[in-house]
């Protein structure tokens, strides 16, 4: 019984303090909700069609989820975010058995630069380029297999943007 306690007593005192560091809500001081983003279209620079929109819906919706902001769609925002894709790339990460050239995975990976200014004030609050991958396998068809990943690449991007946004210190 007196083994049974002081388990007990230890699993209690692990549990507390590994939620001692935890944080419910945003981690920049700021209230959930407080403030309102309004995201532009991303201006696509890559020959890669409708990257663009999968990457302005994709972070609107990642917004909306992780609720630190509230998304402006009616209107103006306290925080206007634009972006700019500049880069689209594949690389070959697994070959045919049968041909070493000729690659069957690939690693497609965009690069945006994503800038967030206070409307008020003009203020540049984030001004930084963001990385996005996804792994791509090709069946019969390249095309398709990349249009079939771009929402899976448009979410890791708007993720990674939305870490950005909600834990910077502005």
């Not at 019984?1 to 388990?7: G, S, T």
């Not at 899976?152 to 990674?160: E, K």
Request: proline share 3%; aromatic share 6%.
């Amino acid at each position: 019984m007196r083994a049974l306690k002081i388990f007990l007593c230890g699993i209690f005192t692990v549990v507390l303090v590994g939620c001692a560091g935890y944080h419910l809500g945003p981690v920049n001081g700021a209230t959930a909700g407080e403030k309102s983003i309004e995201v532009l279209p991303f201006n696509n620079q890559t020959l890669q069609p409708r990257l663009g929109d999968a990457l302005t819906q994709a972070l609107r919706e990642r917004i909306q989820t992780d609720a630190t902001f509230h998304l402006a769609t009616h209107g103006p925002g306290d925080i206007v975010l634009t972006g700019v894709i500049r880069t689209y790339k594949r690389q070959g990460i697994g070959y045919l058995s049968t041909d070493a050239v000729t690659a069957e995975d690939f690693r497609v990976e965009v690069i945006a630069h994503i800038t967030a200014r206070d409307a008020v004030s003009g203020k540049l609050l984030l001004d930084k380029d963001v990385k996005g991958q996804t792994l791509v396998h090709v069946g019969s068809d390249l095309a398709s297999a990349e249009r079939q990943a771009l929402p899976l690449l448009a979410a890791d991007l708007a993720q990674n943007a939305t870490e950005f946004l909600t834990e910077g210190t502005w």
